[in-house]
């Protein structure tokens, strides 16, 4: 097999693979993956608007309206005209807050046995090369926010470290 390929199917089935494990996790929470990501991004970057929201989540459909007005409905996110009436933003309700932390765990778990799996192996090598694969594309500037953004809100510690 071209190892190119090889990369690409790999990659591929290792999203699959934690895509599946994020919705297992998720699941006793009431949420699926998507919408947890997406209550962690409002969380971490509200207020924001459906559009903000949209640019900051690596989805296939895009356009995130379905999965707020799911949100919304389930009473974890709230929807308010902003000091620009043309804009509507985003933010997390009280209840939207308490399922943040409870994501937040649950997400911890699946670091923590992601480590485990990769033992003391050093990521960073394969980081770069899939940072430098993705400069070609948009969504390199996505993972850049993302990760502006969670370094904002997040402290140092050691369960922030990249290996």
């Known amino acids: 097999m071209d190892p190119l390929f090889e990369l690409a199917l790999t990659v591929k089935a290792a999203q699959r693979a934690l895509e599946q494990l994020t919705n297992e996790a998720m699941k006793p929470l009431g949420v699926t993956g998507p919408q947890a990501d997406a209550i ?8 924001l608007s459906l559009k903000e929201l949209g640019e900051l ?33 985003l933010s997390l309700t009280s209840k939207g807050r308490r399922l943040e932390k409870r ?26 090369l899939l940072r430098h694969m993705l ?17 904002r809100d997040t402290p140092p510690t050691k369960s922030r470290k990249r290996r």
Request: proline fraction near 5%; aromatic fraction near 2%; hydrophobic fraction near 45%.
């Open 40 to 47: 962690i991004v409002i969380g971490q970057a509200e207020p």
């Open 57 to 89: 989540l690596i989805a296939e459909a895009g356009h995130p309206s379905r999965l707020v007005d799911r949100l919304v409905e389930a009473g974890l996110v709230d929807r308010r005209t902003g000091e620009d009436r043309r804009r509507i933003e």
């Open 103 to 128: 994501i937040l765990a649950a997400r911890e778990q699946i670091r923590e046995l992601a480590l485990e799996v990769l033992g003391d192996r050093d990521i960073e090598p394969t980081l770069e």
């Open 135 to 151: 400069q070609v594309s948009p969504l390199a500037g996505v993972i850049e926010r993302r990760r502006a953004l969670f370094e």
